[in-house]
T-cell receptor, first 113, second 116 residues
Framework: GNSVTQMEGPVTLSEEAFLTINCTYT??????LFWYVQYPGEGLQLLLKATKADDKGSNKGFEATYRKETTSFHLEKGSVQVSDSAVYFCALILSYNTDKLIFGTGTRLQVFP | GAVVSQHPSWVICKSGTSVKIECRSLDFQATTMFWYRQFPKQSLMLMATSNEGSKATYEQGVEKDKFLINHASLTLSTLTVTSAHPEDSSFYICSATGTSEFNEQFFGPGTRLTVL
């Protein structure tokens, strides 16, 4: 079936460290891929997206590239800040059912000064 | 813009009682609203999709008589957990879509339900 797998957390980093959160997917057809972020006490917010192979989504210093050959959409940031501490969700939408988001389990990122 | 609120943010109730959770789109009209459930360390699972003025569409395995959804207006959807039991304890999240380019979903902050 269609699913998203992301690395378990928490990921604990010092400020200015490099961040990678792995995400792989299984899907029929050609899904669109997303990263959502949930800050403490808030709802999920769309962080970035990519709709086709080799697209790179980017926002707020975060990047992720849609890799069809490895079915991956890893999230990266070159230098994290304390304010990046949050839970990050990888998700996909199938091309034939654009209403239904399929989420990974979420990865908690903790950044310390 | 595109703010979605939920009320209450947390609720504790006794087994056998019913609990209503509200989801509101504050600054846009939501053509579609979604209800998700999240267990600890698990992903968000879609429970149902609702459009204003029509019956909700439930995902496979979700009891429609247990989880009543009413989408009475373009800014309000409610989820009622009827005759709640401890296994219904969970984090319930709603989202809403308006008229954005690719049906972007805007999420509420969630409601923590604990059934004693």
């Amino acid at each position: 079936g269609n699913s998203v797998t992301q690395m378990e957390g928490p990921v604990t980093l010092s400020e200015e460290a490099f961040l990678t959160i792995n995400c792989t997917y299984t899907a029929t057809g050609y899904p669109s891929l997303f990263w959502y972020v949930q800050y403490p006490g808030e709802g999920l917010q769309l962080l970035l997206k990519a709709t086709k192979a080799d697209d790179k989504g980017s926002n707020k210093g975060f990047e992720a590239t849609y890799r069809k050959e490895t079915t991956s959409f890893h999230l990266e940031k070159g230098s994290v800040q304390v304010s990046d501490s949050a839970v990050y969700f990888c998700a996909l939408i199938l091309s034939y059912n654009t209403d239904k988001l399929i989420f990974g389990t979420g990865t908690r990122l903790q950044v310390f000064p | 813009g595109a703010v979605v609120s939920q009320h209450p943010s947390w609720v504790i109730c006794k087994s056998g009682t019913s609990v209503k959770i509200e989801c509101r789109s504050l600054d846009f009209q939501a053509t579609t609203m979604f209800w998700y459930r999240q267990f600890p360390k698990q992903s968000l699972m879609l429970m149902a999709t609702s459009n204003e003025g029509s019956k909700a569409t439930y995902e496979q395995g979700v009891e429609k008589d247990k989880f009543l959804i009413n989408h009475a207006s373009l800014t309000l959807s409610t989820l009622t957990v009827t005759s709640a039991h401890p296994e219904d304890s969970s984090f319930y999240i709603c989202s809403a879509t308006g008229t954005s380019e690719f049906n972007e979903q805007f999420f509420g902050p969630g409601t923590r339900l604990t059934v004693l």
